[in-house]
């Protein structure tokens, strides 16, 4: 078969195990798991020997019109370069793992058929979107995901978190998708066209009217998607779903998709140094902003999904300085060591029971628990705080050293000053990221108090003597897969040049030793910070610990969620003097803990106006517009009951009635004769 031909099945068979599952699953139940898993990985496999095929060489491209629209034609186009083929084998391996761990984390959830086919249709539309050569094409894939992240974000749909959660995340990101389709009706009118080869040919001849318009409506999807400033309130509140959907969504399908739409159009961004400078601004304040919230947040998946927001604001960085191979190695590295994060989360809720950072500080050996989730965890975190040689290291040294070449205008394809708000920005994230990363180590693997196990009771009445959980071998060994890429993608830089427009992705000196360096000390500082807290844990307990050591990780996870609130209160008003990372932000914890009160702002802002003509409208529509509906239906009501008066059965008086009518028909008769014949 033909590249182009791999290209297409490569989208096509998790789509089909999709609509397999949903057929198939209540019929035959025992076809689910080998349906979610055979096509994902069948998918991953021809990924690859496409990536292989095309060799960062020449792109490929392929297309077909669908139909004549009468003006712009809408065709089901390929396009295979070096970045689409390296993000679809980053996809199919994540997708594949997630599929892998959720054939045990989730092996008793009732709902797993419907959760596994959404999982695949999530996989094959971000493909679709990869893979896409036309923006139409594109756009189906791109709303194709919303749909499915609504209902995997609300799986657990008896908790209020998931059911609210769902919601909000398919609000905000189509509140960005109205300006993005705009955007796009824009653009293809002035290329001509809604081929993207096209469309970034006429963007670098000056061939796009109103460059500047057009880019910005597209930021506003993008931003709505990949959850950047300041349309990222969704991402944080969305890890009320299970677990393996996070690390689905953070590291390889939703939000990496407006990063790749960006890199992908970068001509169309570039043609503006407005947007360009729009751009940068947005990133740097994602950046340091996420990352203030994450060294507050006490729910482990809420500080991983800061920790998301500020990477892909690192990406946006890049981007913003007209490098995207950079942002796309970023891209590759942190899917990688994001969804071992994430998976790795999984396991450690499932053995503590909890999901808050507080009351896993206070249970002790749990990092012999589970040695897995610790020694994998420990490399993806070290990885995300850019410690070499790990993967995260060289890709965000290739964003700074963009960077730094662009502030000292070495690049004329974005403005000097994006590049210093850009490289400033990326640095405090730097030292504020390996702040939020060590502090999530030490209180989730260097808890002090009883163990963590003797700690676990259930609604079940499990008692004290329960055995430590023992988490599926599959899930176990998805975590050292993820590991494999997390530690040694970084070193392939020097042999990846072709898949990355030939541009070279080694560490510049400069940035290399100013990261490492402010990374280091933000670790020292809040190893410090916990040495002096770490004392005061035993002082302040922090509740009891819901856990189900021997069901399954969603089972501990949903009743997590659903008890966190209830069990340890609001995290951001009861003080934990035992958390560093409250005594490293002061005053400003309380205000980064609620993610800086945006949700109250945009309460404010949209949703009481919005509330309020609701019930303006409500009001019209039922005093007034409802008042003529029924004195329409009611004045008929009226002139039937009169009528209805005289139609009452008695002859003698329809005899009357008729005596008097001639009589009066009569007189009448005679007046107007006289008074005619007076005339």
């Given at each position: 078969m033909t590249t182009t031909t791999l290209a297409v099945l490569v989208p096509l068979l998790p789509f089909l195990a999709a609509a397999a599952a949903l057929l198939l699953g209540r019929r035959a139940p025992g076809f689910v798991r080998p349906l979610a898993v055979l096509p994902t990985f069948a998918a991953l496999v021809l990924a690859v020997v496409v990536a292989v095929d095309q060799g960062g060489a020449k792109p490929i491209d392929a297309t077909t019109r669908l139909t004549p629209t009468g003006s712009v034609p809408i065709e089901l186009g390929l396009h295979l370069d070096g970045f689409a083929v390296l993000v679809a084998v980053l996809v199919g391996l994540v997708a594949t793992c997630v599929q892998l761990y959720s054939t045990g984390y989730l092996r008793d959830d009732p709902r797993y058929t419907s959760y596994s086919a959404l999982v695949s249709l999530f996989t094959s539309a971000m493909l679709l979107v990869v893979y896409s050569g036309d923006l139409m094409v594109l756009l189906v894939g791109w709303e194709v995901m919303g749909i499915c992240s609504y209902f995997l974000v609300g799986h657990y749909w008896e908790t209020p978190e998931a059911r609210a959660a769902s919601l909000k995340a398919f609000l905000v990101t189509k509140l960005g998708d109205v300006p993005f389709?705009?955007?796009?009706?824009?653009?293809?009118?002035?290329?001509?066209?809604?081929?993207?080869?096209?469309v970034v040919q006429a963007a670098l001849t000056g061939g796009i009217g109103h460059p500047t318009l057009i880019a910005l409506l597209l930021l506003a999807g993008v931003a709505g998607k990949s959850a950047q400033f300041p349309l990222h309130t969704w991402l944080p509140d969305a890890m009320a779903g299970p677990t393996p959907v996070s690390a689905l969504i953070h590291a390889a399908t939703m939000v990496a998709a407006g990063i790749y739409f960006v890199a992908r159009l970068l001509p169309v961004f570039a043609a503006s140094a407005a947007a360009m400078t729009v751009l940068a601004v947005m990133a740097a304040v994602t950046m340091v902003g996420s990352a203030l919230a994450a060294l507050a947040q006490d729910d482990i998946k809420r500080v991983l999904a800061y920790s998301t927001i500020g990477q892909l604001g690192y990406m946006s960085g890049a981007l913003a300085v007209g490098n995207r191979g950079a942002a796309v190695f970023h891209l590759l590295t942190h899917g990688a060591f994001k969804a071992l994060l994430f998976l790795a989360?999984?396991?450690?809720?499932?053995?503590?029971?909890?999901?808050?950072?507080?009351?896993?500080?206070?249970?002790?050996?749990?990092?012999?628990?589970?040695?897995?989730?610790?020694?994998?965890?420990?490399?993806?975190l070290l990885a995300l705080a850019a410690i070499p040689p790990f993967a995260g290291f060289f890709s965000k040294e290739a964003v700074l050293s963009a960077a730094e070449h662009t502030a000292l205008g070495e690049s004329s394809v974005a403005p000097s000053g994006a590049g210093w708000t850009v490289l400033i920005a990326g640095l405090i994230t730097a030292l504020l990221t390996a702040a939020y990363a060590t502090r999530l180590w030490l209180l989730a693997f260097r808890g002090r108090g009883a163990e963590a196990a003797r700690r676990s009771h259930t609604l079940d009445s499990v008692g004290a003597g329960e055995p430590p959980t023992h988490q599926p071998v599959v899930m176990n060994a998805v975590l050292w897969v993820l590991a494999v890429p997390t530690i040694g993608f970084g070193l392939t830089t020097g042999y990846l040049a072709d898949w990355f427009d030939g541009h070279p992705l080694t560490p510049a000196v400069t940035t290399s030793v100013l990261s490492t360096g402010v990374a280091l000390v933000g670790g020292l500082v809040t190893y410090a910070a916990w040495r002096h807290t770490s004392a005061l844990a035993a002082r302040t307990p922090m509740g009891a610990v819901a856990a189900h050591p021997e069901r399954d990780g969603g089972l501990v996870e949903e009743e997590a969620i659903a008890s966190h609130t209830e069990v340890y209160g609001d995290i951001a008003s009861a003080p934990d003097p035992a958390d560093p990372g409250r005594l490293l932000l002061g005053p400003l914890h309380r205000h980064a803990a609620g993610g800086f009160h945006l949700d109250a702002v945009y309460h404010v802002l949209f949703v009481?106006?919005?509330?309020?003509?609701?019930?303006?409208?409500?009001?019209?529509?039922?005093?007034?517009?409802?008042?003529?509906?029924?004195?329409?239906?009611?004045?008929?009501?009226?002139?039937?009951?009169?009528?209805?008066?005289?139609?009452?059965?008695?002859?003698?008086s329809y005899l009357s009635a008729l005596l008097a009518g001639s009589l009066v028909l009569t007189a009448v008769v005679v007046v107007l004769a006289n008074v005619t014949a007076g005339s």
């Amino acid at each position: 078969m033909t590249t182009t031909t791999l290209a297409v099945l490569v989208p096509l068979l998790p789509f089909l195990a999709a609509a397999a599952a949903l057929l198939l699953g209540r019929r035959a139940p025992g076809f689910v798991r080998p349906l979610a898993v055979l096509p994902t990985f069948a998918a991953l496999v021809l990924a690859v020997v496409v990536a292989v095929d095309q060799g960062g060489a020449k792109p490929i491209d392929a297309t077909t019109r669908l139909t004549p629209t009468g003006s712009v034609p809408i065709e089901l186009g390929l396009h295979l370069d070096g970045f689409a083929v390296l993000v679809a084998v980053l996809v199919g391996l994540v997708a594949t793992c997630v599929q892998l761990y959720s054939t045990g984390y989730l092996r008793d959830d009732p709902r797993y058929t419907s959760y596994s086919a959404l999982v695949s249709l999530f996989t094959s539309a971000m493909l679709l979107v990869v893979y896409s050569g036309d923006l139409m094409v594109l756009l189906v894939g791109w709303e194709v995901m919303g749909i499915c992240s609504y209902f995997l974000v609300g799986h657990y749909w008896e908790t209020p978190e998931a059911r609210a959660a769902s919601l909000k995340a398919f609000l905000v990101t189509k509140l960005g998708d109205v300006p993005f389709l705009i955007g796009l009706f824009a653009l293809a009118t002035d290329a001509g066209t809604f081929r993207i080869t096209g469309v970034v040919q006429a963007a670098l001849t000056g061939g796009i009217g109103h460059p500047t318009l057009i880019a910005l409506l597209l930021l506003a999807g993008v931003a709505g998607k990949s959850a950047q400033f300041p349309l990222h309130t969704w991402l944080p509140d969305a890890m009320a779903g299970p677990t393996p959907v996070s690390a689905l969504i953070h590291a390889a399908t939703m939000v990496a998709a407006g990063i790749y739409f960006v890199a992908r159009l970068l001509p169309v961004f570039a043609a503006s140094a407005a947007a360009m400078t729009v751009l940068a601004v947005m990133a740097a304040v994602t950046m340091v902003g996420s990352a203030l919230a994450a060294l507050a947040q006490d729910d482990i998946k809420r500080v991983l999904a800061y920790s998301t927001i500020g990477q892909l604001g690192y990406m946006s960085g890049a981007l913003a300085v007209g490098n995207r191979g950079a942002a796309v190695f970023h891209l590759l590295t942190h899917g990688a060591f994001k969804a071992l994060l994430f998976l790795a989360a999984g396991v450690i809720i499932h053995a503590a029971g909890t999901n808050s950072l507080a009351a896993m500080s206070r249970m002790g050996g749990l990092a012999q628990r589970i040695p897995d989730a610790y020694w994998t965890m420990t490399v993806a975190l070290l990885a995300l705080a850019a410690i070499p040689p790990f993967a995260g290291f060289f890709s965000k040294e290739a964003v700074l050293s963009a960077a730094e070449h662009t502030a000292l205008g070495e690049s004329s394809v974005a403005p000097s000053g994006a590049g210093w708000t850009v490289l400033i920005a990326g640095l405090i994230t730097a030292l504020l990221t390996a702040a939020y990363a060590t502090r999530l180590w030490l209180l989730a693997f260097r808890g002090r108090g009883a163990e963590a196990a003797r700690r676990s009771h259930t609604l079940d009445s499990v008692g004290a003597g329960e055995p430590p959980t023992h988490q599926p071998v599959v899930m176990n060994a998805v975590l050292w897969v993820l590991a494999v890429p997390t530690i040694g993608f970084g070193l392939t830089t020097g042999y990846l040049a072709d898949w990355f427009d030939g541009h070279p992705l080694t560490p510049a000196v400069t940035t290399s030793v100013l990261s490492t360096g402010v990374a280091l000390v933000g670790g020292l500082v809040t190893y410090a910070a916990w040495r002096h807290t770490s004392a005061l844990a035993a002082r302040t307990p922090m509740g009891a610990v819901a856990a189900h050591p021997e069901r399954d990780g969603g089972l501990v996870e949903e009743e997590a969620i659903a008890s966190h609130t209830e069990v340890y209160g609001d995290i951001a008003s009861a003080p934990d003097p035992a958390d560093p990372g409250r005594l490293l932000l002061g005053p400003l914890h309380r205000h980064a803990a609620g993610g800086f009160h945006l949700d109250a702002v945009y309460h404010v802002l949209f949703v009481r106006p919005v509330l309020a003509a609701a019930s303006l409208v409500r009001f019209l529509d039922r005093e007034v517009v409802d008042t003529y509906v029924r004195g329409a239906s009611e004045l008929p009501g009226w002139f039937g009951a009169a009528v209805r008066r005289a139609q009452n059965g008695n002859v003698q008086s329809y005899l009357s009635a008729l005596l008097a009518g001639s009589l009066v028909l009569t007189a009448v008769v005679v007046v107007l004769a006289n008074v005619t014949a007076g005339s």
